[in-house]
């Protein structure tokens, strides 16, 4: 607007206004940016995220990297780190490994690298599969609504942690079958197919019940009278309405499966050794944490740092989107 | 109302059975052969199969699907013309060749333990959860409120394992405050008992009344500005009674639904807090299971942790209609 408004303003006064018209994305950027939590936890977020991609360029200024056994750094009795806070020297800023010697700053980097592409790629898929069959159980309704539903009650009814668990070794086998290389690469895989597959159906949900209502409105009931295609009415005429919604779960959800994969690499289905993530950091740490507390403490505080983060950021993405934000 | 509950007990069944199929056909995938587990170590390839056929594994998934069907409700017998046969009474959930027991002895064997941490923890993070929600509303935008939620995302970021192990280390490693857990039957040694849930039942209960918090936070704001609520107070209610009888039940529907969920999928077991204290329930008996491949257990332990859910997705709805009478069941 280049001019302020008034009660008195009169019709023709008004018509001299002019109104700049704002996207979705332009309200919730202007919010956003107005939260200075929000804006320092996306910072950091942005920050995680480069230090992931650029882990090998760090590890080498430093000097340091995740597979090298380092034997100067351990007693020759018991292979317990040599010093204090389990090791922390110049060489080597967060400790050694107990028994390799191995950094644990360089394997909390990769760690990182690996938990988050993990998430955010099972994050992108989960938000592609709920959207996609979330709009279509919703516009079709009828049978199509009824599979797609049942399906969603099969999968919501499954110990999905118990599932995941018993079915990693035949399934990541399936993988290396298929083509995908052994070892770490399809455990990987794994991983993120299998959380896309217990994480679809929430969103799906919220999806579907968001179309129910939008599926009525008139300018949908215009692009049917106009002879639009019934591609075109799901995704170019509903979807840009459920931006606000799938936008806030995706948030959320990316913090939920750090933790879960944390959680998962904790039980042991995660990456083998030599490569290491947040969870099997803290798996093996269970051994040894009442000696060195670090082990413990390192991977989990970033671990902590990271959810926390990304939570603060999803929950000032809902507060930019809703409407009624900002009258409480 | 009861067409209503008969319709959704058969839908329920259905997906009962659907949700035992998938499971077959997911572990028949396995490579795993749990004949294996029935011939020690001179094991010859020809009494291996002699094994397999006895106990029905050569037959196709349906068929076996079918004999385990049969099995829950008239109980079955396994190698019947062996010398020593197996007899798996009704309702018989499969048997463990394993660890030569029943699978449905196995999991009432553990069963205790998961009751016991799922109903603790389940009393104390709703008492926390509901009381601070409601705290938190009344005081909202205040620095009480914002405590309360910032508690709540502390408690909601925290990964169950770091909390747990967190818990082990400064309680009871570095303050000695309680003994190293091992589970006893409160029957038996109640102050044992005590002392070994005490801890499980904390973590469970801060990672659970985060989202409690929140929940319960958010539905009293909204029922709070309610024209009901406004009437209330303009009776002249006393603000207790305004809060508790108007405000909080109204409000209660999605604390009850997912209170419901939570507690029927912390009965399947908490896999991880389990296996951190060592608790002998069902989620250490699954990871057991699952490390020694021992088939009959997982899929009786999967299907018994879905029933509790759909069963508790059931008792759900039906009590909506209870608190909510705005609610019809049709």
């Known amino acids: 607007m280049t001019k302020k408004l008034a009660v008195t303003d009169t019709p023709a006064a008004l018509a001299d206004v002019e ?18 939590l929000a804006m320092v936890c996306l910072i950091i977020l942005m920050g995680l995220y480069l230090t992931a991609i650029f882990a090998p360029v760090i590890c080498g200024l430093l000097g340091v990297d995740p597979y090298s056994f380092d034997k100067e750094s351990i007693s020759d009795s018991g292979g317990g780190p040599v010093g204090t806070w389990g090791g922390i020297s110049t060489e080597h800023p967060l400790g050694v490994e107990w028994g390799t010697g191995r950094d644990i700053f360089a394997q909390l980097l990769y760690g990182l690298r690996i938990s988050l592409l993990i998430a955010t790629t099972a994050t992108i898929l989960t938000v592609f599969f709920g959207t996609v069959l979330g709009i279509i159980s919703g516009y079709a309704g009828g049978k199509t609504d009824a599979v797609i539903g049942r399906t969603m009650d099969l999968i919501l009814a499954f110990p999905f942690l118990l ?125 040894y944490f009442s000696v060195v507390p670090s082990y413990l403490f390192i991977p989990g ?17 809902r507060d930019a989107l809703d409407p009624r934000a900002g009258r409480v | 109302m009861s067409a209503y509950v008969v319709r959704r007990v058969i839908s329920m069944i259905i997906l009962l059975l659907l949700l035992t199929l998938v499971v077959f056909i997911l572990f028949s995938l396995l490579p795993t052969d749990p004949a294996r587990l029935t011939c020690g170590k001179g094991c010859t390839p020809e009494v291996l199969i002699a094994n397999r056929h006895r106990l029905g594994l050569d037959l196709p998934v349906v068929q076996q699907y079918w004999e385990f069907m049969k099995g829950l409700f008239v109980g079955r017998i396994y190698a019947v013309d062996s010398p020593s046969p197996v007899v798996c009474n009704a309702p018989c959930l499969g048997y463990s060749f394993k660890r030569g027991e029943e699978v449905l002895v196995l999991i009432k ?27 938190a509303a009344l005081r ?33 490693i570095r303050l000695q405050l309680l003994p190293y857990p091992s589970y006893v039957s409160p029957f038996e040694n109640p102050i044992q008992f005590f002392q070994t849930m005490l801890l499980p039942w904390i973590v469970l209960a801060i990672l659970y009344a985060a989202f409690y918090m ?6 009293m704001l909204e029922v709070l500005g309610e024209d009901y609520i406004r009437t209330a107070r303009a009776k002249g209610l006393p603000e207790r009674i305004v809060i508790r009888k108007h405000a909080l039940r109204a409000g209660l529907t999605p604390i009850v639904t997912a209170a419901g969920l939570d507690l029927a999928g912390l009965l399947g077991g908490a896999i991880i807090t389990e296996s951190i204290f060592s608790l002998p329930g069902l989620g250490s008996l699954a990871v057991n299971s699952v490390n020694d491949a021992d088939l009959p257990v997982i899929v009786g332990i999967t299907l018994v942790t879905a029933t509790f859910i759909i069963v508790a997705n059931l008792i759900v709805d039906l009590l909506y209609a209870v608190i909510d009478p705005r609610v019809r069941l049709v």
Do not use: C, H
């Open chain 1, 19 to 36: 109104f700049a018209s704002r996207s979705l994305r332009q309200i919730v950027w202007t919010r956003l940016r107005r939260d200075k």
């Open chain 1, 163 to 287: 599932i995941i668990l018993a079915m990693s070794g035949v399934l990541t086998q399936r993988l290396t079958d298929l083509g995908v290389p052994d070892g770490n690469p399809s455990r990987i895989l794994y991983l993120i197919i299998v959380l896309s597959i217990f994480g679809w159906p929430y969103l799906a949900r919220i999806v579907r019940g968001q179309v129910l209502s939008v599926r009525e409105r008139e300018f949908v009931e215009a692009s049917i009278a106009m002879g639009a295609s019934r591609y075109r009415i799901l995704f170019k005429e509903i979807l840009p309405n459920l931006w606000a919604p799938i936008l806030v779960y995706a948030t959320l959800t990316l913090p939920t499966y750090v933790g879960t994969e944390a959680a998962l690499s904790f039980l042991g289905v995660g990456v083998l050794p030599p490569d290491t993530s947040f969870g099997g950091m803290l798996g093996n740490s269970v051994s």
């Open chain 1, 301 to 317: 505080t970033v671990l902590v740092i990271l959810v926390v983060t990304f939570n603060l950021v999803g929950d000032a993405v």
């Open chain 2, 109 to 135: 064997d553990r069963l205790p333990a998961t009751i016991w941490l799922a109903l603790g923890a389940f009393i104390l993070w709703l008492a926390a959860g509901i009381s601070f929600g409601i705290y």
């Open chain 2, 140 to 172: 909202r935008g205040r620095w009480q409120d914002k405590t309360v939620m910032g508690i709540s995302l502390a408690g909601y970021s925290l990964p169950s394992f770091f909390l747990g192990l967190m818990a082990i280390f400064f309680i009871i």
């Open chain 2, 214 to 219: 929140r929940l319960t936070r958010n539905q």
